[in-house]
């Protein structure tokens, strides 16, 4: 079975351009994750999605941040305009269901850099 | 404030014997710990899950404990080899939360 897929795997822009992240989730899982990854912060959840509805975005940074996820199969996470402070990795995740008991399988990430 | 420490950023150890990570946490109750591996480059895949109500967790050469009184949790891979070389991420839920909190890792390296 195909896991959760991310593109694009590297992103290099200049300040100030419009990024888009996208996900594919695992089909049949009900929940979708975005997570940011950096040295200094670890592992930081931005979004998260429960049957495609928006649960909780108290994780995104700022207004410059947004995410859809307009079907099950498929979530954006949009970043504009970009700034080099928001050079890491970013990752999706997906679970059957929302719930500390739930395993997540994640992407293999996107890894950005902001020039 | 709320924190999930993991003991070091690095544990190197020798093959064969056990490597034993720490996870302590400090102002979450958890219902549920989980552990995760993270190879470079790619995503943290699920290993072990653990309640609060259990004390101990095994699949095949790893173990978990759960102390909510010590507020820990200890990960074990015996007989390590070189292939555990990773990055492992303990992750919790908090009560009323459905997400997960991850701690910042600690990097295993085994040397043959």
């Known amino acids: 079975d195909a896991g959760v897929i991310q593109s694009p795997r590297h992103e290099v822009t200049e300040m100030g351009q419009e990024v888009t992240l996208r996900c594919k989730p695992i089909?049949?899982?009900?929940?979708l994750f975005w997570y940011r990854q950096t040295m200094m912060r670890g592992l930081e959840l931005l979004i998260y999605?429960?049957?495609?509805?928006?649960?909780?975005d108290s994780g995104m940074p700022e207004d410059r941040f947004s995410a859809k996820m307009p079907n099950a199969s498929f979530s954006t996470l949009k970043i504009q305009p970009s700034e080099p402070r928001d050079s890491a990795v970013y990752f999706c995740?997906?679970?059957?269901?929302?719930?500390?008991?739930?395993?997540?399988?994640f992407g293999d990430g996107t890894r950005l850099s902001i020039l | 404030s709320q924190k999930i420490e993991q003991n070091s950023e690095a544990l190197n150890i020798q093959e064969g014997k056990t490597a034993t990570l720490t996870c302590n946490y400090t102002?979450?109750?958890?219902?549920?710990l989980q552990w995760y591996r993270q190879d470079p480059g790619r995503g943290p895949v699920f290993l072990l899950l653990?309640?609060?109500?259990?004390k101990e967790k095994r699949k095949e050469r790893l173990k978990v404990t759960f102390d909510t009184t010590l507020k820990q949790s200890l990960f074990h891979i015996t007989a390590s080899q070189p292939a555990d070389s990773a990055t492992y991420l303990c992750?919790?839920?908090?009560?009323?939360?459905?997400?997960?909190?991850f701690g910042t890792g600690t990097r295993l390296t085994v040397i043959p």
């Open positions: 995740a997906s679970s059957l269901k929302t719930g500390g008991n739930q395993p997540q399988h």
């Open positions: 089909s049949g899982h009900n929940s």
């Open positions: 999605f429960n049957n495609n509805v928006p649960i909780d």
């Open positions: 102002n979450y109750s958890p219902a549920y």
């Open positions: 653990i309640r609060e109500n259990e």
């Open positions: 992750a919790l839920d908090m009560a009323g939360a459905n997400n997960l909190f």
